[in-house]
Each structure stands twice: as C-alpha cells, then as structure tokens.
C-alpha cells in the first residue's frame, strides 16, 4: 500500500479540479479529480491514507449526499468541503456530519493545506483503531466459548464467586480462564477487559 496520501477532489469545475491538482501535486501529495458524486462513487477506492476535497453543489447528487452515502457504506474518509455556495444551514450540517472542514471558495493555499493535513491526521487515527480493533477481534476470536463467557461476566463486573455460581462451575475453573482471557486478550486487568469489550462494541456497530 503506498504511503504517499491521496487527496479525492470532487467538483464539477474542470479549472477549480486543474488549479487544486497543482496546489496538492506541490504540496507533495497524490490527487484525483472526479466531476461528479456519481463519478467519485464508481470509482474503486483504493486501501491507503487520504481525504476528500468535495464541492457543495455538483451535478447530481450534492457533496451532502455524498457525505451521507460515504457513511452509509462505512466509507471513513475525513471531508473537507470546498464551495462557492456556503450557507449557514450546509456548513452546520456538514459539520455535524462530521466534516473536518467547510471552506469557501477561492481559499487561501495555507488554509486549504491545514485543512487538508487535519483531515489526514483524522484520516490516521481512524486507521489506527481499525487496526486495533482488527487485531482485538482476530484474538476475540481466540477464546473457547466458555472463556467468552467469563469475558462477558468480568466485562459486567461480576465477582469470580460469582461467575462461578452462574455457569455452575467450580470458582478454581473461573480463575483458569479469566487468565486464560486476560493472556490471550493481553489485558492485565478487568479495566483492560472492558476498554477492550467497548472496543469491540463500537467496531461491531460501523
């Protein structure tokens, strides 16, 4: 996977496309350019670091409605929008979306370039707790049933006396697999386990 980020530009002026080409390509990053939500959408989208530079009003579908498309199919690319038709009621909008960013056109180069490096930076933590949250999962997937078991009983607060009651196990066997949990969960406390079970939760959810 390369390394070097990919900026996505989606608006419908061929000059705007061809003047952010040249301030991103100087910039150091890799961009293209799309005309359409449409456009942006059939596209395949490649594994790697980036973000989206979207337009307000575009043919078709709005840079809205992409935003919104984007998280129904789990997409997580940061947005930074970019229009010459803001209004208080978009911008809000957007935001509360969770756009990094709503600028308005023209932009300075260094506002535009903070933008973009802050949507990169989110673009980064995002992909670091996905990879946290991959791993978490191939090691969940580790555990007996029964350890899992014990997992939701600790995660829940409840004492190995009582695990032990609520299986009807002996509470010797409780303690072998919670620390069988905690080994192959690399957790060394409750606390450990559920910060890792709400991880595993939200992960679930997206």
């Known amino acids: 996977m390369s390394t070097t980020p990919l900026v996505h530009v989606v608006d419908d002026d061929p000059s705007m496309r061809a003047a952010l080409r040249r301030l991103l390509d100087a910039a150091g990053f890799e961009v293209r350019g799309y005309s359409s939500t449409g456009e942006f959408l059939l596209q395949p989208l490649p594994d790697r670091p980036g973000c989206l530079i979207l337009d307000m009003r575009l043919p078709g579908p709005s840079g809205l409605e992409l935003q919104t498309a984007l998280q129904q199919r789990n997409i997580m690319l940061p947005v930074v929008f970019l229009t010459g038709h803001a209004n208080v009621t978009a911008s809000v909008q957007a935001m509360k979306a969770g756009a990094v ?7 300075k180069r260094e506002v535009l370039l903070d933008a973009v490096q802050r949507a990169l930076a989110r673009d980064a933590v995002q992909r670091t707790a996905r990879e946290e949250a991959d791993r978490l999962r191939v090691r969940f997937a580790s555990l007996t049933q029964r350890q899992r078991e014990v997992f939701d009983r600790i995660v829940a607060g409840k004492l190995n006396k009582q695990i032990a009651d609520e299986l009807s196990i002996a509470e010797r066997t409780v303690k072998r697999e919670r620390e069988q949990v905690m080994a192959k969960l690399d957790a060394s406390s409750a606390a450990d ?4 079970a709400e991880l595993l939760q939200r992960s679930a959810g997206k």
């Open 193 to 196: 386990l559920g910060r890792l």
């Open 101 to 107: 960013d709503f600028l308005t056109k023209p932009v």
